[in-house]
């Protein structure tokens, strides 16, 4: 959350982290995703996940879930402090997802993310756009998702020209 | 007959649909993993961007992922994807839209590094009733190829 203003390439905030169930992994899996390597342990195995392995939507699902949560933290904070949080807008779209190595059940993943570049909103004075790289670290610390995601950021002074 | 690497030629592979979503869909995605009010909530979400009620980006993706499977990739050989290169969201979701998926094959190569398969890169576009389109899409997809295939190279 927070103002275009406020925002920095660079800048990178911590989102928290998931343990990918195998219960969570096939409850997902079953509504969205049903290959067999995602719902069954032994299928699993004997695929190139090598085990009961999560969906890609699932763990790019759960980016979110913690990026709202993290975000309802930082708005809380600052409503405490006096000041009118900065509620972000829709997203555009996003590109580069990369699924770099398998979640499998049992792993726990921390999420961060981390603002790369930031340009005025042309068609909309009152936004600015933001691209973030957005990153998933396992409890061995293995890179195993990334994406650069873009979103609509409020300007506390929208731009004149 | 299971699908291999084999079948996927560039150009149109098909139109899979309708899948219909309903508000309580909707509502339930977004309160697990997108409990912003713009999913959650008419009255606040009449005032955001997206003027309505509008499903989480991350559901029509996940629900593109269940078109692809009910559509071709439960009866392909499919190993699983590395990523995708990109999504736009063009438009919201809204509750009540019948979803029309389209498929081409933009891509198909042979691995180099895993000669027993291919990656298909699919280019999507699901669509809701009335033609609009609400988001475009471009995915690789690991696929083995056919039995044999060792033989006739």
Same mark, same amino acid.
């Given at each position: 959350?927070?103002?275009?203003?406020?925002?920095?390439?660079?800048?990178?905030?911590?989102?928290?982290?998931?343990?990918?169930?195998?219960?969570?992994?096939?409850?997902?899996?079953?509504?969205?995703?049903?290959? %067999?390597?995602?719902?069954?342990?032994?299928?699993?195995? +004997?695929?190139?996940?090598?085990?009961?392995?999560?969906?890609?939507?699932?763990?790019?699902?759960?980016?979110? +879930?913690?990026?709202?949560?993290? *975000?309802?933290?930082?708005?809380?904070?600052?409503?405490?402090?006096?000041?009118?949080?900065?509620?972000?807008?829709? *997203?555009?779209?996003?590109?580069?997802?990369?699924?770099?190595? %398998?979640?499998?059940?049992?792993?726990?993943?921390?999420?961060?993310?981390?603002?790369?570049?930031?340009?005025?909103?042309? *068609?909309?004075?009152?936004?600015?756009?933001?691209?973030?790289?957005?990153?998933?670290?396992?409890?061995?610390?293995?890179?195993?998702?990334?994406?650069?995601? *873009?979103?609509?950021? %409020?300007?506390?002074? %929208?731009?004149?020209? | 007959?299971?699908l291999t690497f084999e079948d996927f030629s560039l150009g149109r592979f098909g139109?899979?649909?309708?899948? $219909?979503?309903?508000?309580?869909?909707?509502?339930?995605?977004?309160?697990?993993?997108?409990?912003?009010?713009? $999913?959650?909530?008419?009255?606040?979400?009449? $005032?955001?961007?997206?003027?309505?009620?509008?499903?989480?980006?991350? $559901?029509?993706?996940?629900?593109?992922?269940?078109?692809?499977?009910?559509?071709y990739i439960?009866r392909t050989a499919s190993?699983?994807?590395?990523?995708?290169?990109?999504?736009?969201?063009?438009?919201?979701?809204?509750?009540?839209?019948?979803?029309?998926?389209?498929v081409d094959v933009a891509a198909a190569r042979v691995?180099?590094?895993?000669?027993?398969m291919g990656i298909v890169t699919f280019a999507?576009?699901?669509?809701?009733?009335?033609?609009?389109?609400?988001?475009?899409?471009?995915?690789p997809i690991m696929i083995r190829r056919r039995?044999?295939?060792?033989?006739?190279?």
């Open positions: 959350m927070g103002y275009f203003e406020d925002m920095e390439v660079g800048l990178r905030r911590d989102l928290g982290s998931f343990t990918f169930t195998g219960e969570r992994i096939k409850a997902f899996a079953s509504q969205f995703d049903p290959q %067999p390597f995602h719902l069954d342990e032994e299928e699993g195995r +004997k695929s190139l996940f090598g085990g009961l392995a999560a969906s890609g939507w699932h763990v790019a699902s759960v980016w979110m +879930k913690l990026m709202v949560a993290d *975000s309802r933290r930082e708005a809380a904070e600052a409503v405490a402090r006096g000041e009118k949080p900065g509620m972000w807008g829709p *997203s555009p779209g996003f590109r580069d997802m990369r699924w770099l190595k %398998p979640v499998l059940a049992g792993d726990t993943v921390s999420y961060a993310s981390e603002v790369e570049s930031l340009r005025a909103s042309r *068609s909309r004075p009152e936004w600015g756009v933001m691209q973030v790289r957005n990153t998933g670290t396992n409890q061995r610390g293995e890179l195993v998702f990334s994406f650069l995601g *873009s979103v609509f950021v %409020p300007r506390r002074h %929208p731009s004149q020209d | 007959m299971t139109t899979f649909g309708p899948r $219909h979503v309903s508000r309580d869909e909707i509502i339930a995605f977004a309160s697990e993993f997108d409990p912003q009010p713009m $999913h959650l909530d008419e009255a606040v979400a009449k $005032h955001t961007m997206l003027r309505g009620l509008a499903g989480s980006g991350w $559901h029509l993706c996940s629900l593109m992922m269940r078109m692809m499977f009910d559509g439960g190993l699983g994807s590395p990523g995708v290169d990109e999504v736009r969201w063009l438009l919201p979701l809204r509750p009540g839209d019948d979803l029309m998926l389209d691995s180099r590094s895993r000669p027993e999507m576009r699901m669509r809701n009733a009335s033609g609009q389109v609400l988001l475009e899409a471009v995915s039995e044999g295939w060792a033989a006739q190279n």
